[in-house]
T-cell receptor, first 113, second 112 residues
């Protein structure tokens, strides 16, 4: 998990603003994931990507968008359509083969001004 | 889709006692079951995992057991220490959806 980085650590969003969370990995993992964690709650899958230029919606994709132009990078955009974006956002990646072990980045905490 | 139930939601034990956390899953085709430990404000860290071709796996003070017939798996922590205090999440790999489904978490508190 030391090879996955997320930035920024904290992010503040104004109403109506789109913001982008960065996720980079140098583990040569094919699959990458974005999760949302609300206080005291579990992890919910937003989007995932198995290979470059391909991604799939998870359980709570509405109000979010992603891209996968490079193997190492999987940025998440929280759009203005996401009305309750305050949460802890975690990126993860896994070994080749989707049922491989997932390793998490340090997370980005998004707060609404 | 897959549904993972985790119990208990909170668990308090005395230092040195054992702790057991249980999870059930719904998809009999699930074949990979990791456990993560998450300290406050930190990322989840993988502590142990098990695949469906194995019934039990141990790593020092932690062990995981899997009962495929009953579709449940458990985390066992022996000789608990205060640093074991954290939130623990189980998960099951859902083949049809190509995703990990997480349980709701168990807050473990180890009292010195």
């Amino acid at each position: 998990d030391g090879g996955i980085t997320q930035s920024p650590k904290y992010l503040f969003r104004k109403e109506g603003q789109n913001v982008t969370l960065s996720c980079e990995q140098n583990l040569n993992h094919d699959a990458m994931y974005w999760y949302r964690q609300d206080p005291g709650q579990g992890l919910r899958l937003i989007y995932y990507s198995q290979i470059v230029n391909d991604f799939q919606k998870g359980d709570i994709a509405e109000g979010y968008s992603v891209s996968r132009e490079k193997k190492e990078s999987f940025p998440l955009t929280v759009t203005s359509a996401q009305k309750n974006p305050t949460a802890f956002y975690l990126c993860a990646s896994s070994h080749p083969g989707l049922s491989g072990t997932q390793y998490f980045g340090p997370g980005t905490r998004l707060l609404v001004l | 889709g897959e549904n993972v139930e985790q119990h208990p939601s909170t668990l308090s034990v005395q230092e040195g006692d054992s702790a057991v956390i249980k999870c059930t899953y719904s998809d009999s085709a699930s074949n990979y079951f990791p456990w993560y430990k998450q300290e406050l404000g930190k990322r989840p860290q993988l502590i142990i995992d098990i695949r469906s071709n194995v019934g039990e796996k141990k790593d020092q003070r932690i062990a995981v057991t899997l009962n495929k017939t009953a579709k449940h798996f458990s985390l066992h922590i022996t000789e608990t220490q205060p640093e074991d205090s954290a939130v623990y999440f189980c998960a099951a790999w859902y083949n049809a959806g190509n995703m990990l489904t997480f349980g709701g978490g168990t807050r473990l508190m180890v009292k010195p």
